[in-house]
């Protein structure tokens, strides 16, 4: 779905995902899933844990989408090739 900002494309994934159970896939979640994998939050150990109960997802391993991270990252401050991004889409789907 291609949509300028705030156009709607989420919401209307999301409908379709509730009402026809199409599969969302999300670039951004892919990129930002791809750039956790290759460089991990390190945790400060001065920090206080937070005590409040939060869930968090885990990470699964993969050396593709961790490489892909590596890939996307050397993009910080540019455009990302669409090749680039078809291969994420790629990685995520297989």
Not at 86 to 91: E, F, H, P, R, T
């Given at each position: ?7 709607g494309r989420r919401t209307t994934a999301k409908f379709l995902n509730q009402k026809y159970g199409l599969e969302i896939i999300d670039i951004e979640a892919i990129i930002k899933e ?61």
């Amino acid at each position: 779905m291609i949509g300028g900002k705030f156009s709607g494309r989420r919401t209307t994934a999301k409908f379709l995902n509730q009402k026809y159970g199409l599969e969302i896939i999300d670039i951004e979640a892919i990129i930002k899933e791809a750039l956790k994998l290759a460089f991990p939050p390190v945790e400060d150990p001065k920090k206080k844990k937070d005590t409040k109960k939060v869930i968090e997802v885990p990470i699964i391993e993969n050396p593709e989408l961790k490489e892909y991270g590596l890939e996307i990252n050397e993009y910080k401050d540019q455009v990302i090739p669409d090749e680039l991004l078809l291969k994420g889409i790629l990685i995520k789907l297989n």
